[in-house]
């Protein structure tokens, strides 16, 4: 009876910690990986390639399987002489759905793996005690190895879309990347309109930006990072 | 040269007669030494040397008298004895009989070199030309030779006010030599900045005489307040006349200075030609009415300002520009522009100066600063100011100028979800417009034709939207999710492994005990009976299951050897007990011996401890 008393407490505690995120994901919901990817096209048609690339990339995030959002963005980049980044075998395998799919994937596959450890504490004891019948063992193992896999899948998926995060894409043509921080610095680079990089740190109105080997600091009137602050 | 060749040393006959006349004269005048010996040559006369006096043969004459029908010749040189600086000189006798001769040269009384003389720091200095004329302000040197002039200001100046000065150097054409170096102020009350470094040069008529005007333009600087006596000089090497000026009427006639070195009329000299000393009055600026934000600029300046772009978008830089023009002391003129302005990051500002004259007093500063808008819309700058003092008005003036208005449009960078507005808006979509991505649904519902074939058409929106483009999965609240399941189930499987691990040893010993008190109870039973035979029986009834059990064997398969070789190897400390046990069976049961004085609580305990170490 005190099994069972405390495998109804632990279901309970992990069935209420699920509704956080059924609420956090219920709030007011302003991002469309439809919308941004229309928004995209509008801007590649209005010869605006810096804001294309942008919301190209924002719709990717959303919706990184959508083959329509890998080709115009591929497009826009190449018209705009940029260059363009090719998934590896790894970022392809891992990014099998959005990521918000692979959340409740994720949560799902630890809520498995949960139920397996509780079903292995009660597994000494008989199936009047609490425990498992000795003939449903294979479904505790089965369960545990699906939960891991499939938590597994969005911690890689995590470490895919991590770098992505800090990108930004430049806005303006010519942009040019300083030596430091203040509009007079001198010059190092200057990026065309569209190329995505990668940002840093920030200071006093200016990103510090990496780009193929190359570093500096870039006006933040002119570059827009993916994932907005 | 042939006065030269009297020059030379020769031995016969002695001087008789040395004069010299006068006896003392000014700078810049010569005296006349004559030496006269009998007979009809000299050329044993050696010159004498002074320092500070230059013996220069300028003729010979020869005389001869008859007396009383005796002939009597002498002969007689004459030196010109020319003083470069003033001072008392002793002639030594040039016999050992004569008495040394004194010259006296007083000081230049009549140009501008008195001021040479008070200044310790031209003591060292060649001497002065000797004074001359002064008209028209222009004072030259004794023989004429040249000028220095300086123009100032006709009224009082201002500490830190730049003054603009000329300085004139005139050379008379032929008798200066050489220009050996630029003019300098005297005294350590004003400095001379910015003097141009190429003068300009005129020639110029000065009391009827040709001249060669050198003019430097220059800014005179005061650098503290006082009534001061200012002048400034030049450093020439003249050609200096060698005859006084009463006998170089010859000179004059003369006229052409080849002309006058060809009969060797003049010699060169290094002087310093001072201009007259002039009196400047230096104020102090006043403190009262003084701008806080006055940084110590004098003159007459204006002010304008201008934007580089009347319109923006948030975060990019604009330029703006004050120009300060007028004219003045512009390396005091400064200005931090705008400093803390609402909605407007600022930076400090650079400036730059461009004159429009040779020596920096007049021109125009441009002062940039960068600023960046923080909000979007329409925006007013604050009036710019810059404070100065008006050597003229003698007064602080405020000059205010109010930079243009500028629009701001939000950043690019903000271009969220449904900027433009309206896919069908196209190229002519303003992009940073802020909406949501409910205001481009309608416009995903009539998708347009792409403008490139390549690329792929719109979407209609059917997917769910997202409050974040951060995937769920990385969303503290979501996080925070596993992390707490986690370490609950991690809890709460800990517990239960500790509660597990107590119960299975408490009921280990609960069953133990049970076991050793079931097969104990035949022994008590015969013990409360007083059968010793039963005791005894039940006791290796039980110690044989026990030990069996131990062992792993069957309890019919332990025979009495084998229990002493195995109780002897376990090192049992009740094996002796336990083997007793089993010869007092035997004797009870096969020996018929009656047990009376028996300890049966001995005997059970010994049964007891073999049979709990067993389970």
Known sequence: MRAHRDTRILLSVLALLSLGPVVAHAAPAPYSADGLYNLANSYARAGKPGLAVLNYERARLLAPTDPDIEANLRQVQKSAKVPQATPSAFERAVTIAGPTTLSWTGLGGILLLGASLVAGTSAGRSASAGGIPSRYRWLRRLSAVLGLALSGLTVCNAVVVWPQLHQAVILTPATPVRVAPVPMGDPLFVLPEAETVTMTAEHEGFVLIHSHGRSGWVAAANIAPVVPH | ?615
């Open chain 2, 1 to 615: 040269m042939g006065l030269c060749a009297v020059a030379r040393a020769v031995a016969a006959p002695p001087p008789v007669n040395v004069t010299l006349e006068p006896r003392q004269i000014s700078l810049g005048e010569t005296a006349q030494l004559t030496i006269t010996s009998e007979g009809m040559g000299m050329d044993g006369i050696t010159l004498p040397q002074v320092a500070g006096l230059e013996f220069r043969v300028v003729g010979q004459s020869r005389r001869v008298e008859i007396i009383n029908g005796a002939t009597l010749a002498t002969t007689s040189v004459i030196l010109r004895v020319t003083p470069e600086t003033a001072g008392i000189f002793t002639i030594p006798g040039m016999t050992p009989n004569s008495q040394p001769l004194v010259l006296r040269v007083n000081p230049d009384n009549g140009s501008g070199s008195a001021s040479q003389y008070n200044n310790p720091n031209l003591a060292n200095r060649p001497p002065l030309a000797a004074g001359g004329s002064s008209t028209n302000g222009i004072r030259t040197t004794a023989d004429g030779a040249a000028f220095v002039r300086m123009n100032l200001p006709k009224r009082d100046v201002y500490v830190g006010e730049s003054i603009p000065v000329d300085i004139e150097v005139g050379m008379r054409a032929g008798f200066v030599q050489s220009l050996n170096g630029l003019p300098t102020l005297t005294g350590n009350d004003f400095t001379l900045n910015n003097l141009s470094r190429k003068p300009e040069r005129v020639e110029k008529l000065v009391d009827g005489k040709p001249f060669t005007v050198l003019t430097w333009h220059s800014v005179l600087a005061p650098v503290k307040p006082g009534t001061f006596t200012l002048s400034v000089q030049s450093p020439l090497t003249i050609r200096v006349r060698t005859r006084a000026a009463r006998d170089s009427l010859i000179d004059d006639l003369l006229g052409d200075p080849f002309m006058q070195n060809f009969f060797g009329a003049t010699v060169a000299k290094d002087v310093t030609v001072s201009s007259p000393p002039e009196d400047l009055k230096v104020l102090a600026l006043p403190t009262e009415g003084r701008p806080t934000d006055f940084s110590g600029a004098v003159g007459s300046f204006k002010i304008a300002s201008d934007l580089s772009a009347t319109t923006a978008a948030v975060g990019d830089p604009l330029t703006l520009r004050l120009h300060v023009t007028g004219t003045g002391n512009f390396d005091r003129v400064d200005t931090p522009m705008l400093e803390h302005v609402e909605h407007w990051k600022t930076y400090p500002p650079k400036s730059s100066f461009k004159e429009s004259d040779a020596i920096g007093v007049k021109g125009e500063k441009t002062f940039e600063q960068p600023l960046i808008a923080s909000h979007p819309g329409p925006q007013t700058l604050p009036d710019l100011t810059f404070s100065y003092f008006d050597p003229e008005t003698r007064r602080y003036e405020t000059a205010r100028t109010a930079p243009p208005p500028v629009t701001i449009a939000p950043a690019l960078a903000d271009a969220t979800p449904g900027a433009p507005s309206s896919a069908t808006a196209g190229a002519s979509a303003t992009p940073g417009s802020p909406t949501t991505a409910a205001a481009a649904r309608p416009a995903a519902a009539v998708p347009p034709e792409p403008s490139s074939p390549e690329m792929r058409p719109d979407h209609a929106i059917t997917a769910g939207a997202a409050t974040s483009l951060v995937p769920l999965y990385l969303r503290p609240t979501f996080l925070a999710v596993p992390l707490l399941a986690l370490a609950f189930a991690g809890g709460w499987f800990g517990m239960r492994h500790r509660g597990a691990s107590l119960g299975i040893s408490r009921g280990r010993n609960r069953r133990s005990e049970a076991s050793a008190n079931r097969l104990l109870q035949p022994m008590r039973a015969a013990a409360r009976a007083g059968d010793a035979a039963a005791f005894f029986t039940a006791a290796c009834i039980a110690l044989r299951e026990a030990l069996a059990a131990r062992w792993q064997l069957a309890p019919e398969q332990l025979t009495a050897d084998d229990l002493a070789a195995r109780l002897a190897a376990d090192a049992n400390p009740d094996a002796a007990g336990v083997l007793e046990i089993f010869a007092l069976a035997d004797e009870a049961k096969y020996a018929g011996r009656d047990l009376k004085s028996i300890d049966y609580d001995r005997w059970t305990q010994v049964v007891r401890s073999q049979l709990l170490e067993a389970t």
